[in-house]
T-cell receptor, first 114, second 110 residues
Framework: NAGVMQNPRHLVRRRGQEARLRCSPMKGHSHVYWYRQLPEEGLKFMVYLQKENIIDESGMPKERFSAEFPKEGPSILRIQQVVRGDSAAYFC????????????FGQGTRLTVV | GESVGLHLPTLSVQEGDNSIINCAYSNSASDYFIWYKQESGKGPQFIIDIRSNMDKRQGQRVTVLLNKTVKHLSLQIAATQPGDSAVYFCAENQGKDMRFGAGTRLTVKP
């Protein structure tokens, strides 16, 4: 059973381009969480999704950021018109259910905006 | 509570000593808590969890203590080893999603 898979591991984008980050949850997991981490800082919650539903997006910036978790395929975190301040590590976690079970993390995507 | 742009506090211990890492959580309704370990360049790894109906849980070399009265969680690592050097986060499940504390960087001196 493969763990949470994120790709790409590293992504370089020029200012103004779009960044697409992918997360394939563990087999049997239908809950996906996205977090952002700046160097030497903690994990900041962005969005929580179930299949085809956004459950909580209270941590998402209001503009340029969107997330989806389609019925088939990975969850996608999309950042439009990237700016230097978007440079960070973006982690995805998945869980079987929410509330009382651990979430497993991927290795993250490190986005660098140049 | 949730980390919002805070730089990591640090804890430095001698190899072989015990380490205690503390965490304050925000929501008295949270009923499930997890400690994660994050090594440089990697994603967080599950260490140990505890539910709110318990006040102590032990694993291999690790113990988590939960004090619901003061909303405090601690992770104790016995006989700390160089491989324990990492950032440690507590996470609370608030019923619909998981929120992380600010984290503590543990450095083990040989």
């Amino acid at each position: 059973n493969a763990g949470v898979m994120q790709n790409p591991r590293h992504l370089v984008r020029r200012r103004g381009q779009e960044a697409r980050l992918r997360c394939s949850p563990m087999k049997g997991h239908s809950h996906v969480y996205w977090y952002r981490q700046l160097p030497e800082e903690g994990l900041k919650f962005m969005v929580y999704l179930q299949k085809e539903n956004i459950i909580d997006e209270s941590g998402m910036p209001k503009e340029r950021f969107s997330a989806e978790f389609p019925k088939e395929g990975p969850s996608i975190l999309r950042i439009q018109q990237v700016v230097r301040g978007d440079s960070a590590a973006y982690f995805c976690a998945s869980s079987r259910v929410t509330g009382d079970t651990e979430a497993f993390f991927g290795q993250g995507t490190r986005l660098t905006v140049v | 509570g949730e980390s919002v742009g805070l730089h990591l506090p640090t804890l430095s211990v001698q190899e072989g000593d015990n380490s205690i890492i503390n965490c304050a959580y925000s929501n008295s309704a949270s009923d499930y808590f997890i400690w994660y370990k994050q090594e440089s360049g990697k994603g967080p790894q599950f260490i140990i969890d505890i539910r709110s109906n318990m006040d102590k849980r032990q694993g291999q070399r690790v113990t988590v203590l939960l004090n619901k009265t003061v909303k405090h969680l601690s992770l104790q690592i016995a006989a700390t080893q160089p491989g324990d050097s990492a950032v440690y986060f507590c996470a609370e499940n608030q019923g619909k999603d998981m929120r992380f504390g600010a984290g503590t960087r543990l450095t083990v001196k040989p």
